[in-house]
């Protein structure tokens, strides 16, 4: 049996033994790592005719993974102490753990957490176990996870389901070990997508009898929860983190606006100076894409359906167009709408020769890669997440990360935005288990401005910021109390780029 057969074979007996430790990886990841153990193995391989037992296969691997993982997890540890001091929100003196402790503790709260599994979310899921949550996780994106980071979790004792590359039938495998355990029942959701919320609707339905709220901080995870509560299908409270303006203003517009330009460098090694780019979609994460491409010496192009949003990309600069008027000219086709085939294959077939193509929207819902997958096209993998799709003729394209979002899949996020986002997301899963009966009902709900302006504020002293207070006849004046919340619960910031 060649080498990396025993390895499958031990990987699937060793499963079971994986998420005791909280992570699991898969043949490939197996192979790479397995260094240590390999020549036994390939020794243990040529000196026996028969295969060797499934068990002793298992028993081999396991210590190895076992030290593999506690190596990982210390190496991550140290570049974690760097990225602190980028956390505000969760490493300040004014730590939401500190704040929130002091108040309530979650000390029943069990957490299911379907997100990407970056650096900063070790730190989030670490502060959701001080305030007493059991915590479970499943990456929302297949090539979001950084592997280190699961392995750390793990080795601190969270289970985790997640690893980077996983296929289709991976991610929903991951789902539902993350959510299908015996004796254990979550009473909070954290999703990103809305692909946990999904699942758990799909197949365990009867486990909403006990979970107290859904906390959902992406564009369509809410689109998904507002067409549940228009059905009046929706069986608990959610909270609508993606329009709360700490998360549509900074994660969005700022996270996107520097984010775009670190995928597109890392993938390509482009020059942006002079490339004509198409951005379709000019909400926060459109302006922030135009705004960092425009810095860049790009000339941009904006598709729109909105004409508010429209308006603002006429008022800033940037040419508003039908996509089909310029397919055959741009350089770089970026979408950031949240919908669906907003690039079609009769566009992809338009595109000039070396056109890149990637998602900054949502999922894989965007660019229509499925047709792209037909005999007369040949796909060839050039890099890590870069995929060259070749026409009979010649033609090319360059796919980034198979059309799924680009600053996940390809990219670093800026911790200190991931910051304000976690927090939020912290205070509204807190909010939601500590409410009283009757506050919420089983609808969606913006996240209380006051709590908006409390997680901006932990944030403001890493810029030595000083706030100015209002007079008490000022405060009258206004007719607001001098400690917020300054906005009404309707209000949502627009985005505006800076020039």
């Known amino acids: 049996m060649r080498l990396l057969e025993v390895l499958g074979e031990g990987h699937r007996l060793l499963k079971p033994a994986l998420w005791r430790m909280g992570t699991v ?47 990982i997890a210390q190496l991550l540890h140290i570049q ?18 500190e704040a929130v402790t002091s108040v309530s503790r979650t000390s029943n709260r069990r957490s299911l957490d379907e997100e990407k599994l970056k650096l900063l979310n070790k730190v989030l899921m670490e502060t959701l176990g001080a305030l007493g949550a059991q915590c479970r996780w ?15 979790l793990a080795e601190n004792g ?88 700490t998360k549509q203003k900074f994660d969005n517009l700022y996270c996107c606006r520097e984010s775009i330009l670190d995928g597109l460098k890392r993938t390509t090694d482009m020059m942006f100076g002079g490339k004509q780019v198409v951005v379709c979609g000019y909400g926060e994460v459109g302006k922030g894409c135009c705004a960092a491409l425009k810095a860049m010496g790009s000339i941009v192009y904006v598709t729109e359906i909105d004409p508010i949003c429209a308006l603002q990309a006429c008022m800033d600069g940037f040419r508003l167009v039908k996509l089909n008027e310029v397919i055959r000219q741009v350089d770089i086709v970026i979408t950031c709408t949240g919908n669906k085939n907003v690039v079609t294959r009769e566009l992809l077939d338009r595109m000039k020769n070396s ?24 796909w060839e993998r050039v890099r890590s997440q870069v995929d060259h799709v070749i026409w009979p003729d010649g033609k090319r394209i360059v796919l980034l990360a198979e059309g799924r979002l680009l600053n996940l899949s390809c ?89």
């Not at 390939?42 to 028969?50: Q, V």
């Not at 009283?436 to 006051?450: A, H, I, N, S, T």
């Not at 504020?457 to 890493?462: A, D, E, F, G």
């Not at 206004?478 to 917020?484: I, V």
């Open 355 to 378: 056109c890149i193509v990637c998602n900054m929207g949502h999922s894989n819902t965007e660019i229509d890669v499925a047709s792209l997958r037909t005999p007369e096209l040949t």
């Open 25 to 71: 990886m898969r043949a490939p990841q197996l192979f790479t790592c397995l260094s240590g153990c390999r020549s036994s193995l390939l020794t243990r391989s040529k000196n026996s005719t028969n295969v060797p037992p499934k068990l002793d296969v298992a028993l081999c691997l396991a210590p190895f993974l076992s030290h593999l993982l506690t190596a």
């Open 158 to 245: 969270f289970p985790v389901f997640a690893w980077k590359g996983e296929s289709e039938d991976d991610f929903w495998w991951c789902i539902d070990r993350c959510v299908n355990v015996e004796g254990w029942q979550p009473n909070m959701i954290l999703d990103d997508g809305g692909d946990l919320t999904h699942w758990i609707y799909k197949k365990y339905p009867n486990m909403f009898k006990k979970i107290k709220g859904i906390v959902e901080e992406s564009v369509t995870g809410v689109h998904r929860l507002y067409q549940l509560s228009k059905a009046g299908k929706l069986c608990v409270p959610a909270m609508n983190v993606n329009d709360s303006v």
């Open 411 to 499: 990219s670093t996020v800026p911790t200190f935005v991931l910051s304000i986002t976690a927090t939020t997301q912290a205070l509204a899963l807190i909010e939601l288990y500590n409410a009283p009966e009757g506050r919420y009902k089983q609808d969606v709900y913006l996240l209380p401005k006051k709590m908006d302006e409390y997680v901006a504020s932990l944030h403001l002293p890493t810029f030595d910021a000083h706030l100015t207070e209002l007079t008490d006849e000022q405060a009258k004046y206004l007719g607001l109390n001098k400690n917020g919340p300054f906005k009404p619960n309707y209000y949502r910031c627009l985005g505006l780029p800076i020039k």
């Open 138 to 152: 499943a990456a929302c994106n297949i090539y979001s996870t950084l592997n280190e980071v699961a392995a750390a």
């Open 80 to 97: 974690i102490a760097l990225m602190m001091r980028h956390l505000p929100g969760t490493s300040s003196k004014r730590t939401l753990r």
